[in-house]
Structure formats: structure tokens, C-alpha cells
């Protein structure tokens, strides 16, 4: 596929209703005070799983479930912040059912994927249950492997109303119990990971 046709397959996914109409309802109903999890990180999210997903040669169904899982991943903010992954899940859930195209495999599917996304408290920060989870993961956590890293982390630490000083300790813990799942993130975002790594050991360091 050329580089012409996956941006034209991205674009179709993109505009399918179903994303369209959640991306349109984020915009109009997000806490404001959110400075992370805002509508712009949904449509990131949504564009950077799609963009791992092409290049990982997914075909264009499982590209749709992908676009939609990443879409909603973070909906459930629109009612609260805690567990907001299981009202993520049902907003997409009802969302599918109406529209009428999915299988129950299709929503049982998203729903699941939506559901990994939510970090563990020990060991790997995430539990793989899925055929297309990791690209939505690695999608979700593509800021740790980008280099507006520490603008995002910054953004976080605002939301989640903590000092910077203890994001950066939270962000380089999650970062050794972080792993790339997909092979295009591996490719794409690993890298950038070590440098931020890096960076951030130096930062806190330099702290102490």
C-alpha cells in the first residue's frame, strides 16, 4: 500500500460516524479543568492507533474497531474520572448496537480492547486480553515515546492537580513497567522512549 492509500484509509476510518459523533460529544461535554484528557488526546489517540495499524498491515475492518476502541477509549471522563474506562466501554457498546453494522464479536471486542487500557498498579502496566489491544496501548501511551513527552507529562500533572517533581517520579516508574506491544510502536516510538528515559533520570538527579 502506498503512502497515498494509507492516508486515504485512515481518513475513511477517521470519518466513519460512529467516531465522528463521540469525537463531536467530547467536544461539546469534557470537564474543561481536563488538560490531558481532553478531545484533542481522543483524536491523537484515534490518529496515532490508526497510523501504528497501517503500518502493521491491519486490514480496514479491524482498522474500524481499532479507530472506534481508540475514539472511545477515554469517553467515560464525560461522567467521571475514576473507572472511567467501564463507562468508556458501554458509551461504545451502545454506540455499535445502534448503529447496526457490528457483530456481538465486533462490541464484545471493543469493549475488552477499551477495558486494557486501564493501567495496572504492579507489574506490566497493562494486561494484553486482545487480538488488536496493542496498538490502542501503545496509541494511548504513544506521549512516552514522543518528544513532547514532558509537555504532556506537564499537561498531567495540571489535571491531576500533583507537583511536577512527583509526576516525573510516577512517569519514570510507569516507564520501567512500560513495554512497546505492537511492532510498529516498537519501531516508531522506542527510541524516543530511551531518550526521554534518559532525560528524565538526569532531571531528577539533578533534583536530588
Do not use: C
Not at 524516543?192 to 536530588?208: D, F, G, I, R, V
Amino acid at each position: 500500500m502506498t503512502l497515498t492509500e494509507q492516508k486515504h484509509l485512515i481518513s475513511r476510518v477517521k470519518n466513519d460516524p460512529v467516531i465522528t459523533s463521540i469525537h463531536a460529544l467530547l467536544e461539546l461535554s469534557l470537564d474543561p479543568s481536563l488538560t490531558y484528557h481532553t478531545k484533542e488526546h481522543s483524536a491523537d489517540v484515534t490518529e496515532m492507533a490508526l497510523a501504528l495499524g497501517v503500518s502493521d498491515d491491519l486490514d480496514e475492518h479491524s482498522l474500524l474497531l481499532l479507530g472506534i476502541a481508540a475514539a472511545y477509549h477515554d469517553a467515560g471522563f464525560i461522567e467521571h474520572r475514576n473507572d472511567h474506562e467501564t463507562i468508556s466501554a458501554s458509551l461504545a457498546e451502545r454506540a455499535m448496537e445502534s448503529d447496526g453494522r457490528f457483530t456481538k464479536n465486533d462490541i464484545s471486542l471493543i469493549r475488552q480492547m477499551i477495558l486494557d487500557t486501564k493501567l495496572q498498579s504492579i507489574g506490566p502496566s497493562h494486561k494484553i486480553n486482545t487480538r488488536l489491544s496493542p496498538w490502542l496501548i501503545d496509541a494511548d501511551l504513544a506521549n512516552l515515546g514522543r518528544s513532547d513527552f514532558l509537555v504532556q507529562t506537564e499537561l498531567l500533572a495540571k489535571e491531576l492537580d500533583i507537583p511536577m517533581d512527583l509526576m516525573l517520579h510516577q512517569s519514570l516508574a510507569l516507564m520501567k513497567r512500560h513495554q512497546w506491544y505492537s511492532p510498529a510502536g516498537q519501531v516508531s516510538l522506542g527510541a524516543q522512549k530511551e531518550l526521554n528515559k534518559a532525560k528524565l533520570l538526569t532531571m531528577l538527579k539533578n533534583k536530588s
